[in-house]
Each structure stands twice: as C-alpha cells, then as structure tokens.
C-alpha cells in the first residue's frame, strides 16, 4: 500500500508540473501576443483588421480588394467607420466607384476628407448602407429604403436598370455579411 500512495504522489507531481508548465508557457504567448497588438497602429485595430483566407470576404474586404473603390476604402477609413462594416450584418452597401467621387464638384472629397469633416463624411457613408442582403432584382419591389443614417432613398426602376438615390446599380458582389452593389453615383443624402 505504501508503494501506491508513492506511486499517487508522484503521479500528482507531473500533473502539477505539466499544468505549471502549460500555464507559463500560456502566459508568454500572452506576452508576445499582447506585444505584437501593442505594436499595431491605432488605425488598424477592432475586427475590420482580422486577416482570415477561409470565409467569404466581408462588404469591407470586397471594396479594399477593389481597385475601382480606393477612393471610398480611403473615405471610409476618414470616418473611422471600418469595424462598421465588419458586423455580422446583412449589409447591403452601394458602393460608389472612383469615377463616381470623381464626378463630384472639385475639391469635395478632399475637403470631405479633412478630419474637421469627420461627421458629415460618415453620414454621406452611412446614407451608401442599409440593413439587409436584397439582390438588385429584389430591390425592383421597393419605393425606399432606410438607411443607416436614419434617413431614406428612393429606388427606382427604369428597364431592367435599377437605381438607388439616384446611382444606378452596375455590378453585385455578394458578401459574407450582406451585399455590395456597385453604383455609379455618390448618393448625397437630402439636405435639412
């Protein structure tokens, strides 16, 4: 009997030591991990930033992997509005092109862009999202849609052409969490 209570003891020992040993190893990857977000520029933080190879591209992703939206990716980063656009969602976002922020008067985006800005630039942004993953042959039944800015838009069919705010949709991506409809206008939402 004393040789299994020896044998108990020291049984307990390599448990004790193995759960030591997994907590410190624990604890410095928490180190290095936490080190490693430390050293991240506060610009790239939150779960817009997450880099992920195996699900579907997020409505984010789709526009910063566009070379035809650089223009809407560097606005939308102005407004500090890219975790926004990560959320589970659905989401369906008009996304203007380049040729479309182009299209507006001179000097507007540069000056939508100042950080003084800030807020008028999220709620143009915001006017370009609403709730829902509707295709463009769905959005054919609506006469408004709400948008995320707490205003609306009209929708409008002309054909087989269907336009939003004005911007007609040229192109649907789908996305993990919702849908981006390319436009090709930048929808200004109504003045107060």
């Known amino acids: 009997m004393k040789i299994n209570q020896f044998q108990k003891a020291i049984a307990l020992l390599v448990v004790l030591f193995t759960i030591s040993s ?3 190893e624990t604890t410095q990857n928490a180190a290095t991990t936490s080190s490693t977000v430390e050293s991240t520029s506060e610009n790239n933080q939150g779960q817009a930033f997450i880099e992920d190879d195996n699900s579907t591209p997020n409505v984010l992703q789709i526009a910063m992997k566009s070379p035809d939206h650089t223009t809407l990716v560097a ?3 102005a407004a500090g509005l890219e975790n926004v656009l990560v959320n589970a969602g659905p989401l369906m976002v008009f996304a203007p092109t380049n040729e479309a922020f182009n299209a507006l008067p001179e000097g507007t985006v540069e000056n939508l862009l100042k950080p003084e800005n800030k807020d008028a ?4 942004l915001k006017h ?8 463009k042959d769905f959005l054919k039944k609506f006469k408004k849609l709400g948008q995320a800015n707490d205003q609306s838009t009209t929708v409008e069919v002309k054909g087989e052409d269907v336009y939003v705010g004005g911007a007609k949709i040229i192109a649907s991506i789908d996305a993990g969490n919702g849908i981006v409809h390319v436009v090709d206008k930048v929808i200004l939402p109504p003045s107060n």
């Open 128 to 135: 370009h999202v609403t709730a829902g993953n509707y295709s």
């Open 22 to 24: 997994c907590k410190n």
């Open 75 to 77: 606005a939308v980063q």
């Open 121 to 124: 630039l999220a709620n143009i």
